[in-house]
């Protein structure tokens, strides 16, 4: 490790509220006198030239040679004890293509208090460019090596962070911040859970706000650190809380929505969401998360109940409708998982009442908190796909259309006395474009190879709903082929479900205004009992 560096006798600074602050003794000659002190290869060229130089190995390898670090801190120390001067940014980006994979400089780096250094840049001065490049710099020597980490993070955490990220309105600040903090908590330790902690909260909170005003890979750094602490740790609950509150340095009034919800509320739950997608057959997400999730989309149904605006463009303008579809595609994606401890779930295996096993798996943990029934109530609540209450009106008058049991039980009776209803009319307008696909993509994913998730629906006399929704839908891209997915998940291994299928029969044909358009007419073949197309022109 390099030998560490102490400036002349003559320099000194003391700390102001916690900013260095020159001494009386300092003159205007001081500054010339340690440039004049940097190494020769440093001194007579100007800053903008070392900083291409160092953008190279070669170039680093060269000038790491007379150990520089030393006197450039020194001159950083200097600089930030005199405001406005505007060498400070060059200072700092130099040391911060020095530090970048050159072990010499990282360590010469922590040897000569640079970590000390970059918390003054950050936590005193007024340039929201100079506590960039110092985050940056940071960000680069945090990848040596845990001892750089841990320097780092006793200098920066968590008065640097929450001063550097909440004190300026530039959103660039919050990618290399993002950098020192996914790198200082990539493996389990005590600096992910002082993040994921009373302190921490608030820089995650700070940070997500600026983020969300860019997007991109500018905000690659930000999305890879919350679906670390989000996904795999128990950081989200509170930090999905702390975005719903306004803070104390950043104005944001304006994007609390009438509900309650935030756009950093809809950026936190996009970013799991993204990061759940990527993830494939590897998906990883703890139950307190899913469970948390869950919650958040009944809340906000609740919210949406209220509305009677549908919203076709995504995302939409409504943080209170956008929380909703994150929220919801990230259960369709943990769904998706079928295994417990990667074993398949045995078909006969549980019910959804006896589902207080040790250790549930995260689907099992949403199927006990009612996931089937809250699904299946909300699409109820839809009514029948377009298509199908456009025949039903076109056909009401003819007494055909009604589909039942073998029993003789009609699956839309009217009340004695008064006119056929049925009971699927819409009480709910579709919030978003796809939402119902959403809604029968979480009940399909969630049956398969789940026999208690298939007799939970067919217990909620889901089945005859969800085959409601193989039809195409203009609203509902790829809702055919979602809800056959789902029926088929739902018949699977699964005799019951295959039975009441089967015993459903075709009371009358049904033409929807498409096929006659066509000169076609559906009719039932009275042998078969199967429906067939007619050409009637």
Not at 67 to 78: A, G, H, Q
Not at 163 to 187: N, Q, T, Y
Not at 434 to 439: E, K, N, Q, S
Not at 515 to 521: C, M, V
Request: aromatic share 4%; proline share 5%; hydrophobic share 40%.
């Amino acid at each position: 490790m390099a030998q560490a560096f102490f400036p002349p006798e003559s320099l000194r600074w003391k700390m102001q509220n916690g900013c260095v602050r020159d001494c009386d003794s300092l003159d205007s000659g001081d500054l010339e006198s340690i440039l004049q002190a940097l190494p020769a290869p440093l001194r007579g060229r100007d800053f903008q030239t070392l900083i291409e130089i160092a953008k190279t190995r070669e170039g680093r390898s060269e000038l790491s040679t007379v150990n520089p670090l030393p006197s450039l801190l020194t001159l950083v120390r200097f600089l930030l004890s005199h405001p406005g001067s505007d060498i400070i940014v060059p200072s700092l980006r130099l040391i911060r293509n020095l530090c970048a994979g050159d072990a010499q400089c990282q360590d010469s780096f922590v040897a000569n208090g640079g970590a000390d250094a970059v918390a003054l840049a950050v936590g005193c001065s007024e340039s929201a460019e100079v506590v960039r490049v110092g985050f940056e710099v940071s960000a680069n020597v945090a990848s040596a090596g845990e001892m750089h980490r841990s320097v780092l993070w006793r200098a920066l955490f968590p008065g640097g962070f929450k001063r550097g990220l909440c004190s300026f309105d530039d959103p660039r600040i919050a990618d290399p911040a993002c950098r020192i903090l996914h790198v200082c908590v990539s493996e389990k330790n005590d600096r992910l859970v002082e993040l994921c902690g009373l302190e921490g909260v608030p820089i995650m909170a700070c940070l997500i706000r600026k983020s969300s005003k860019i997007d991109g890979v500018e905000a690659e750094w930000t999305q890879l650190l919350l679906q670390k602490i989000c996904l795999e740790e128990t950081c989200f609950s509170q930090l999905f809380a702390g975005l719903g509150l306004r803070g104390d340095s950043d104005d944001h009034e304006n994007n609390i929505s009438e509900g309650g919800y935030s756009v950093e509320q809809v950026y936190l739950l996009r970013a799991i969401s993204e990061g759940l997608s990527q993830q494939g057959n590897d998906l990883v997400i703890s139950k307190g998360v899913a469970l948390s999730v869950f919650s958040i989309f009944r809340s906000a149904a609740g919210l949406v109940r209220t509305s009677s605006t549908k919203e076709d463009a995504l995302p939409t303008s409504s943080p209170t409708v956008d929380v909703l579809r994150h929220a919801l595609l990230i259960l369709r994606d943990v769904c998706s998982v079928e295994d417990r401890k990667g074993l398949l779930v045995e078909p006969s295996m549980l019910n959804v009442e006896d589902l207080q096993v040790e250790d549930p798996s995260t689907v099992d943990s949403l199927l006990s908190a009612g996931l089937v029934h809250f699904m299946l109530g909300l699409l109820q609540e839809l009514g029948e796909p377009a298509i199908i209450r456009k025949a039903k009106n076109k056909s009401r008058s003819t007494g055909l259309g009604s589909v039942g049991n073998s029993n003789g039980q009609v699956a839309f009776q009217a009340p004695e006395g008064g006119e056929e209803v049925s009971p699927l009319e819409p009480q709910l307008v579709c919030p978003y474009k796809g939402f119902r696909r959403d809604l029968v993509a979480v009940l399909g994913n969630s049956a398969y190879r789940r026999k208690h998730a298939q007799d939970e629906i067919r217990r909620q006399t889901g089945i005859l709903l969800l085959l409601q929704q193989c039809v195409v839908d203009e609203d509902n891209p790829f809702l055919r082929e979602w809800g056959i997915w789902t029926v088929r998940n739902l018949l699977e291994d699964n005799a019951e479900n295959q039975r009441e299928v089967a015993e459903l029969k075709i009371q009358g044909p049904v033409d929807t205004p498409e096929i006659s358009e066509l000169g076609l007419q559906v009719k039932v073949d009275p042998e078969t009992g199967r429906a067939k197309l007619v050409n009637v022109t």
